[in-house]
């Protein structure tokens, strides 16, 4: 594929914190490798949460008109998905989780609309995340990790890899360990190489 296209995806509220920091290093080695990134801030976006009226059921699509919509055709179009989320209370940032919980317009309309087979594996696509968190429990990413799969689920995408780094919780922290910028930039080359396959 000439140009493979990726969906980047800034889920904290924190402008220029770590997990934007890391990010933006994997979207430069994802372009460096010839990647074409679009990159979506969720804080800049108007996205309601999931209000469970299941208006979805009708057709699989969400009846709240917002922002959703643009970042769905967006991401579904992509051959993959970088998502990067900081550690609120062991699971995703607000903003992360409200766009995950608009996508059970998705869930409905592949099981219940069109009715397909529970239980069957559809990845053709492939999700990387990135994520950090303050402390350094040996549990701190067991929540996230498990919403995230079960996201990318959801938009047949197998979760092809984690950056997960602890200790980091100011803003800069990430910048006193360039090795982990360097590991997202390599990881954003070796995840183009991939989804390129
Ligand atoms: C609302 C909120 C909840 C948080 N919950 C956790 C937590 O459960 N565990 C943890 O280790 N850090 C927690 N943190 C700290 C952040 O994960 C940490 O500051 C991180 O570096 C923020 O990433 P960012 O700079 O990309 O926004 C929390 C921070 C906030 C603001």
Redesign the pocket.
């Known amino acids: 594929m000439k140009h493979p296209k990726i969906v980047a995806i800034y889920g ?3 402008r220029k ?4 920091a890391l990010l933006k290093k994997a979207i430069e080695g994802a372009r460096d490798s010839g990647a074409a990134v679009e990159e979506i801030v969720l804080r800049d976006l108007k996205i309601s949460p999931c209000l469970e009226i299941y208006g979805c059921l009708e057709a699989g699509e969400c009846a709240i008109k917002d922002d959703f919509q643009m970042v769905r055709d967006k991401i579904l179009d992509a051959r993959g998905l970088i998502l ?1 989320s ?5 699971t995703v ?1 607000a903003h992360t989780k409200m766009l995950m919980d608009r996508f059970q317009s998705l869930w409905v309309k592949k099981y219940w609309v069109e009715k397909a087979p529970r239980g069957q594996k559809t990845h053709n696509r492939k999700g990387l995340l990135i994520s ?4 350094k ?1 040996k549990k ?1 990413f067991d929540g996230i990790l498990l919403s995230v799969k079960y996201f990318f689920d959801v938009l047949d995408m197998e979760l092809w890899k984690a950056l997960l780094y602890r200790q ?4 800069d ?1 990430v910048l006193k360990h360039p090795e982990y910028l360097e590991e997202a930039y390599e990881t954003g080359k070796a995840f183009t190489a991939a989804i390129d396959g």
């Open positions: 904290s509220p924190r914190g770590n997990t934007a990067a900081p550690v609120f209370f062991y940032s950090v968190g303050a402390t429990g701190l980091l919780d100011f803003q922290d």
